[in-house]
């Protein structure tokens, strides 16, 4: 069963509900919300998804699972970063992320989604791993390029979305890519 992951500046565990508050604080922000499928957060919502954590692990075909992002030493929830992996095939991963405004801009989302790549690589076996990012999203589109991901496409007007229609780039890594741009000295 998977318990966490270590980086130099942060531990990521699987949600407990003691987690609910800072969850539903950030995910509230406006600028964390814009881009989401979410308006607002409320803390029903977020003890169930807590809740649903409790018994999944990493890996589990056809769900989300959210790894907690804390900050050592005080350990703190400061954002989260989710993998989804395919139903029908396995090795095909996707992976999405929110991080609390003050805790962006210190390349502690990056640190976090690298490792999240490096474990779904190098510990499930995934194949492939892909992320979809609203066109707008400028922060997001940043943090993938420097993690490694390619873009692949941008679909036109693809999504309707908080009132309007909204186009969409799909980013991807593979396994191989990853190994020889980010994993050679993992
Ligand atoms: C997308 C998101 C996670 C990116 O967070 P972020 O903090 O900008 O990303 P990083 O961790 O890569 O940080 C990079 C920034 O930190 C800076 N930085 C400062 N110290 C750094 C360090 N020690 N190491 C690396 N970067 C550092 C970099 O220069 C970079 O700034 P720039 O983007 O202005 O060039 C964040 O904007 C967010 O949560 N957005 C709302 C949710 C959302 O829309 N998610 C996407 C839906 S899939």
């Known amino acids: 069963m998977f318990t966490s992951l270590e980086t130099p500046r942060l531990l990521l565990r699987r949600f407990s509900t003691q987690d609910v508050d800072a969850f539903v604080s950030y995910r509230n922000e406006p600028a964390v919300a814009r881009y989401q499928s979410w308006e607002t957060f409320t803390p029903d919502e977020a003890a169930e998804m807590a809740r ?3 018994s999944l692990d990493p890996g589990t075909p056809g769900a989300w699972f959210q790894f907690a992002v ?15 992996v395919d139903a029908d095939d396995h ?6 992320f929110s991080f609390a405004s003050r805790y962006q801009g210190k390349g502690l989302a990056c640190e976090a989604l690298l490792e999240v790549l490096r474990f779904s690589f190098a510990s499930l076996g995934l194949h492939r ?5 609203d066109r707008r999203n400028d922060p997001a589109v940043r943090l993938l390029r420097r993690s490694g991901f390619r873009q692949e496409a ?8 908080k009132g309007a229609w909204c186009d969409e780039y799909v980013f991807a890594i593979l ?4 190994k020889e741009a980010l994993g050679g000295t993992r």
Do not use: C, S, T
Request: proline share 2%; no cysteine.
């Open 52 to 54: 649903l954590q409790v």
């Open 70 to 84: 804390a900050l050592r030493p005080d350990l703190e929830i400061i954002g989260d970063v989710g993998l989804y």
């Open 91 to 96: 090795r095909l991963g996707e992976v999405g």
């Open 129 to 133: 791993v892909k992320a979809v990012v």
């Open 154 to 161: 941008l679909f036109l007007q693809h999504v309707w979305f």
């Open 175 to 178: 396994a191989n890519e990853w």
